[in-house]
């Protein structure tokens, strides 16, 4: 068959398949009750768009010869933003704010049930009432009123939306809406898994939130955008709310309102240097005129060694993005706003193979105008992961002060210790059982453990630290015991005598 017969041949079979999608789609919205038809249309009909885009697109989303690094002034140092100062009237500035937290995740990475938001990371404190803290804290000192806007999933809502009632009293706004439900669909067949709108039962694994680029739809659709604009706010400060380095910051707010050179930004990523720990992190390019946020995903194999290299990559997307109101109104209007679908392959608990299609927040920078990276500390990067992360947000290496943590001033050098804890320490409740106390890790570099391993009271651990069970072994680390540059391997039992 010719080429051009080829093509031909491809295009009848998309537009087929297209067409048996949309029939599948229509069968499970006739399923939908009264009260929901409208809203679970809405959902159908984003997801179709985006169907549709995954069968133009063919191979990597981006040609490598055009990926250039981007100019100079396109990225600016944050030292440069701070050193201009804040206004007097910082509170006039802060009430065009809104904060906007990626709430739909849930804990299951960790072993734990529910949102992920839930999570206690610091003296009983969740990730949720950090937030919370930090932002009654602005409006307390400053005046003001920064309402908080919670993005939760299908999987988060229903839990999140009960919590909140303990936040009545405090002194900020909450507002929730809800990402979109898309269908996941059959690696083989391509057609959606699910047979009607329920998300219970069998058909619990056949739906997923489309990513965190599908805040601008279903912001939108809510129609909380436009009330917020209507209250005359501005910006929205957008952050996961696992990243506990993620505060509002009012040196980049007021380079936001009042712009050194007369004209406004519509979109700010903030990003960080790598280090090797953060080689797969997403990275800002000068990619036909305009910034453009290029994920390891996009990236042909050929040159995927290239990608990681921090010599020439030195930056990463931390997820702390300002955008414009405005912008993000016109431009969905428009239907302007163009992200790069991330295929997200999965095997359900029954072994089906299924993909979900995905959109990233920040891959949408490319159609804002005047965009701009802004390289902040690295301390505004500080995502709770997994168990290791959570040891080292729990110690002494950080103090909390009204919500926020912050390097603790004992602490000599201002880098975090790499930790790796092992297998035993996945889920939150077994970390928590292993540890009587968390250990003093002021003087720590580089943390390993491995196999069944527990820590007494009050251990102190210094330099590089090595713990290491074999399978059927187990180390107790007595309490009070100081290790400095040890390795410590085999049996080592403390039993009540």
């Known amino acids: 068959m010719s080429q051009g017969g080829t093509s031909q041949f491809q295009e009848v079979i998309r537009q087929e398949l297209e067409l048996s999608v949309k029939k599948e789609l229509e069968k499970i919205l006739s399923t939908a009750p009264q009260n929901e038809s409208e809203h679970t249309k809405k959902d159908l009909e984003g997801f179709r768009k985006l169907f549709h885009r995954f069968l ?20 600016q140092p944050y030292e440069k933003i701070k050193a ?26 960790m072993g734990c049930k529910g949102p992920k938001s839930l999570i206690g990371v610091r003296n009983e404190n969740t990730f949720l009432d950090l937030t919370v803290q930090q932002i009654e804290h602005l409006n307390k000192t400053y005046n003001t009123d920064v309402p908080l ?31 979109s439900r898309y269908p996941r669909i059959n690696k083989e067949s391509l057609l959606p898994v699910a047979k009607d709108v329920s998300y219970s039962g069998e058909n619990t694994e056949a739906w997923y939130p489309p990513g965190h680029g599908d805040i601008y739809a279903s912001f939108y659709n809510s129609g909380l955008l436009d009330t917020l604009i209507g209250e005359g706010k501005e910006y929205i400060f957008v952050s996961n709310i696992d990243n506990l380095g993620a505060t509002v910051d009012l040196y980049i707010l007021n380079h936001l309102m009042n712009p050194p050179n007369g004209k406004r930004c519509e979109f700010v990523m903030e990003v960080t240097n790598k280090t090797r720990a953060d080689v797969k992190g997403g990275t800002l390019t000068q990619y036909e005129g305009k910034l453009r946020l290029v994920e390891i995903a996009q990236v042909p194999k050929a040159h995927v060694d290239e990608f990681k290299s921090v010599s020439k990559f030195k930056i990463f997307n931390t997820n702390n993005l300002w955008i414009s109101l405005a912008a993000v109104k016109r431009l969905q209007e428009q239907n302007a706003i163009d992200m790069e679908i991330i295929v997200n ?4 608990d029954g072994g089906l193979n299924v993909i979900q299609l995905e959109t990233a927040v920040g891959a949408a920078i490319k159609s804002f105008e005047n965009s701009l990276g802004i390289n902040v500390p690295r301390s505004r990067f500080l995502p709770v992961k997994t168990t290791s992360d959570l040891l080292l947000v729990m110690s002494n290496l950080y103090s909390l002060n009204a919500g926020s943590l912050t390097m603790s001033e ?16 996945t889920k939150v409740q077994d970390y928590l059982r292993r540890f009587e106390s968390i250990p003093d890790m002021l003087e720590l570099d580089h943390l390993t453990v491995s196999g069944d391993v527990t820590f007494g009271k009050n251990v102190s651990l210094k330099g590089t630290v090595i713990i290491i069970a074999n399978h059927g072994d187990r ?12 390795i410590v391997s085999g049996n080592l039992r403390i039993l009540d005598h």
């Open 56 to 75: 133009q697109e063919k191979g990597p989303s981006v040609d490598w010869g055009k990926i250039q690094r981007p100019p100079e002034d396109s990225i």
């Open 84 to 109: 201009r100062g804040l206004p007097d009237n910082i509170a006039s500035v802060l009430n065009k704010l809104v904060v906007v937290k990626l709430n739909g995740g849930l804990g299951t990475s």
């Open 149 to 179: 806007v919670l993005m939760n999933s299908f999987n988060t809502d229903e839990d999140t939306k009960k919590i909140l009632q303990k936040y009545s009293h405090c002194r900020v706004k909450i507002y929730t809406f809800n990402q």
């Open 345 to 348: 392959p999965k095997t359900l």
């Open 410 to 425: 004992k602490r000599e050098f201002p880098t975090v210790p790499l930790v790796k804890l092992g297998s035993s320490f």
């Open 475 to 486: 180390i107790d680390i007595p309490p009070g015991a100081v290790l400095e540059n040890k």
